[in-house]
């Protein structure tokens, strides 16, 4: 079992920036391929950014592409997710997720969420 606890959400105006980070509670961490996902009211949950145990060659959707960026510090067992350019429809909360496998097609972990609010 692995627990992911996610933090630095919150209120920011649309160009400015945030950093979202999220503690695994396991020593196997690096293991994991980690991830973020985000849900915006009404919509499905959304992949964000994956990045690999080894840190390498990480992942973004199309829609982020340029403005965040992933990384990861298996010492610390944490993930971040650098947001910046922040835009009104980048407003969702902010999953944490792990996975053993292909993390865009399947999580084994996710986190209760951070909530990221941009205003116009």
């Known amino acids: 079992q692995v627990q992911l606890v996610e933090s630095g959400g919150g209120l920011v105006q649309a160009g400015g920036s945030l950093r979202l980070s999220c503690a695994a509670s396991r020593r196997t961490f690096s293991s994991y391929a980690m991830g973020w996902f985000r849900q915006a009211p009404g919509k499905e949950r959304e992949f964000v950014s994956a990045i690999g145990w080894s840190g390498f060659s990480p992942a973004y959707a199309d829609s982020v592409k340029g403005r965040f960026t992933i990384s990861r510090d298996n010492a610390k067992t944490s993930v971040y997710l650098q947001m910046n350019s922040l835009k009104p429809e980048d407003t969702a909360v902010y999953y944490c997720?792990?996975?053993?496998?292909?993390?865009?097609?399947?999580?084994?972990?996710w986190g209760q969420g951070t909530q990221v609010t941009v205003s116009s």
């Open positions: 997720a792990a996975s053993t496998t292909n993390i865009i097609a399947s999580v084994d972990y």
